[in-house]
């Protein structure tokens, strides 16, 4: 109670502080940083107008998870700019630095790969993931590695670019082969990189028609001339090149490069989808799904912005939703019947746009969208698409966008809150590019089918969550009716770990209606045995465990699983039985040759459980043995990398327990203390002469391990 009247005091003078510096917040642009009792940065946001945006937090009522921001917030700072798109850019880059827990966080999961030609002497293609400034081309984003690689893959079999890191004495291969060059061995004429390198940038870029002309003109000379097997290798190229353009079935005339986003959001869940469509292609979509905890379109356009601040190769065009799409979709799918909730996903099957006497569907599928919006951009109609569509940029500084603005967004406006507009047009002025938040017509479509995406793939998945969370608990249950147990909710599972006898340890993980408890997780030092005994081990562990439980009265478990078979179950009854005098059923999993779960065993004496290899209840065992396995490996790691270091400095004359904890507490790591120059031991009190004895000892101790 009395931790509790100190907390809320503390709030109460940290709200008070706060109120204060309210009141002295500008009416300008700005980045705002909110900060817990620890003073750790928890949340960073940008604002059009700081006083109203920041002031907001502590006014009025707020949903679940913005509350418990909230609730940590004990002190914020901020920082002006001088426009929107400076507090965009600066909010980007104190999300990289602070990683704020509150904030949209782009992990690197979220990149995507890239085909480059090297800016090299001799030329080679990769695929990476990373944008550098080192004067290569770049082509891409690719929806996934195997994607790229594949293209990679054919374009190594067309273009002779050396395909070695580094340059071989001698020929190698894919010079036999006709793939390489061989620069390793002769010199091979700028002029012949610039050729190869200017026909894969025109593959890449959506001359493959032109080179599957060539390659089919040059397999008709190939095949006159009788040479069939260079014949039937160009024959394989257009084959290769055929399946691979396959995949890529929407069709543009301007062959434009666009993003088009949506996003949706549910249960404090935001699934945000990229359709990409590269040189007049649809190649794919990427879903990413996170928690967020502000206001659902600022952390949208935080996420935009993060996903471009490391994505450097841009599109031509950004298409982005409106602040509204979400709830304006909800009623109209609705009342559309069964017909309107198909539209809109990448797989839509309806191609026309309608048909006379029939209904218009809520949205047009992928191909008809496509085919239209070429129409429209082939035909130039640019100035009717600007009337049609809110446009960012520039010009959105004088003249936001053609769109209403109805009293809701008024209101939302007057309170700081981010709207579309000028979020668009801060990206389209950072970017250099075309941002559009499209107000109806055919590219608004567009941009609601992913925002039907995004809210498909949210649907799934809750749908698998609770999917999962209902299978998990029936599978704990059904096996407590195989083992002939009437309730099992609690299961604790042992696992011992030792090399040879060094080092062992045990630990113990626990579940609870079939989901892991990992606050009840509990790891053991192993005290009393002596050498690789597992069933002493057990013992000891189980004694420790159990003997705890009874003295603080710490609920018992329906199940104790240990990893092993009969020795270990009746080493673990004997100890519960009659030593301390609990009766709890005891299980063992067997594992196989291949160190799989093969089986149950329970019971005294133990007798396997004959549980189907793919049934629920044998899929919840394996993730249990796997669990506490991962468990005990990882503190045994743990464990032999601090003895590992311990006896390297004991061994050293003159270095004593209090002399190698203040060395490991200053410089981290042997390594460090290695790689240390003399002077970096003098704040230690350690004398020049000991500091060299250390170094070389520790140098002396890696050539050994070398050698």
């Known amino acids: 109670m009395d931790e509790f009247i100190q907390e809320w005091n503390e709030q109460e003078k940290a709200l008070e502080a706060i109120n ?96 480059k030609i090297t800016n090299e002497e001799h030329p080679r293609l990769e695929v990476t993931r990373r944008i550098l400034k080192d004067k290569a081309k770049y082509f891409g984003p690719y929806p996934n590695g195997y994607a790229a ?93 055929d399946a691979l353009m396959e995949k890529q079935k929407i069709s543009m005339a301007d062959s434009r490069d666009r993003d088009v986003f949506g996003f949706a959001v549910d249960k404090g869940w935001m699934c945000v989808q990229i359709l990409y469509m590269r040189q007049g292609k649809m190649i794919e979509r990427h879903a990413s799904i996170f928690p967020f905890y502000g206001d659902a379109y600022s952390d949208f356009l935080s996420f935009v912005t993060q996903y471009y601040s490391d994505n450097p190769a841009l599109p031509q065009e950004i298409l982005l939703p409106g602040m509204e799409e979400s709830e304006e979709r909800e009623e109209p799918r609705q009342a559309g019947g069964e017909a309107g909730e ?128 209902e299978r998990t608990s029936k599978a704990s249950e059904s096996l407590g009716n195989w083992i002939g147990l009437s309730s099992l909710r609690r299961i604790e ?60 009265n710490l609920p018992l478990p329906d199940l104790i699983v240990v990893d092993g078979g009969k020795g270990q179950i009746s080493a673990a009854i004997d100890v519960l039985e009659n030593e301390l005098g609990l009766f709890v059923p005891v299980g063992g999993l067997v594992k196989d040759t291949k160190h799989k779960t093969a089986q149950l065993m329970i019971g005294d004496p133990a007798e396997p459980v004959n549980l189907p290899r793919d049934s629920q209840e044998f899929y919840l065992l394996q993730r249990i043995q796997d669990e506490v396995h991962r468990f005990a490996i990882s503190f045994h790691r743990e464990q032999r990398g601090k003895s590992m270091v311990t006896s390297r400095l004991d061994s050293i004359p003159g270095i004593g327990e209090k002399r190698r904890k203040a060395l490991l507490k200053h410089f981290g790591s042997l390594k460090k203390i290695k790689e240390a120059s003399i002077e970096d031991f003098r704040p230690l009190s350690i004398g020049d002469k000991l500091a060299r004895q250390i170094i070389a000892a520790l140098r002396d101790e890696d050539e050994s391990r070398t050698q």
């Not at 042992?494 to 009840?520: C, H, L, R, W, Y």
Request: hydrophobic residues 35%; charged residues 30%; aromatic residues 6%.
């Open 342 to 469: 198909t539209q809109g996903t990448l797989t839509a099957a309806n191609n026309d746009i309608s048909q006379e006497g029939e209904a218009k569907p809520l949205f047009l599928s992928a191909e008809a969208l496509a085919a239209k919006i070429s129409e429209e951009d082939a035909a130039g109609d640019e100035e009717s698409t600007m009337d049609r569509e809110g446009s960012a940029g520039q010009e959105a500084d004088d003249k936001p966008s053609t769109k209403n603005v109805d009293s809701d967004s008024a209101e939302r406006a007057a309170s700081g809150l981010t709207d579309a507009v000028s979020g668009a047009a801060s990206l389209q002025q950072w970017l250099g590019i075309k941002v559009y938040v499209p107000q109806r017509g055919l590219k608004r479509q567009m941009v609601l089918m992913g925002v039907e995406n995004a809210r498909v793939a949210l649907n799934e998945k809750f749908q698998l969550i609770e999917r999962n969370e």
């Open 493 to 552: 599972a042992f696992d011992n770990s030792n090399i040879q006898g060094a080092n062992p340890v045990s630990a113990m993980v626990v579940f609870t209606d079939g989901k892991p408890d990992k606050k009840e997780y509990r790891k053991y030092k192993v005290r009393t045995v002596q050498g690789p005994d597992d069933y002493e081990t057990m013992r000891e562990v189980i004694r420790r465990r159990y003997e705890r439980v009874l003295k603080e």
């Open 20 to 115: 204060h510096k309210l009141a002295l917040l500008p009416d300008l642009p700005g980045c705002y940083l909110m900060k817990n009792k620890e003073g750790t940065i928890i949340y960073v946001g940008k604002a059009k107008v700081l006083k109203n945006r920041v002031r907001s937090y502590f006014r009025g009522s707020h949903d679940g998870k913005t509350q418990r921001l909230v609730t940590e917030i004990r002190d914020f700072e901020y920082i002006v700019t001088a426009s929107n798109m400076e507090a965009l850019i600066l909010e980007c880059n104190l999300i990289k630095k602070h990683m704020p827990r509150y904030n949209v966080l782009l992990k690197d999961d979220k990149t995507f790969p890239y085909i």
């Open 149 to 241: 690689q594949q293209t990679k893959k054919l374009l190594d079999r067309m273009y002779p670019l050396r395909k070695c890191n580094v340059m071989p004495k001698e020929v190698c291969l894919y010079y036999h082969m006709g793939q390489c060059m061989a620069p390793c061995v002769q010199e091979v004429p700028q002029t012949s990189y610039d050729e190869i390198s200017q026909e894969i940038t025109r593959f890449l870029s959506g001359g493959h028609e032109e080179i599957k002309n060539e390659l089919r003109r040059k397999m008709e000379e190939a095949a006159e001339d009788l040479y069939f097997e260079r014949a039937k290798e160009l024959r394989d190229q257009i084959i290769n090149i």
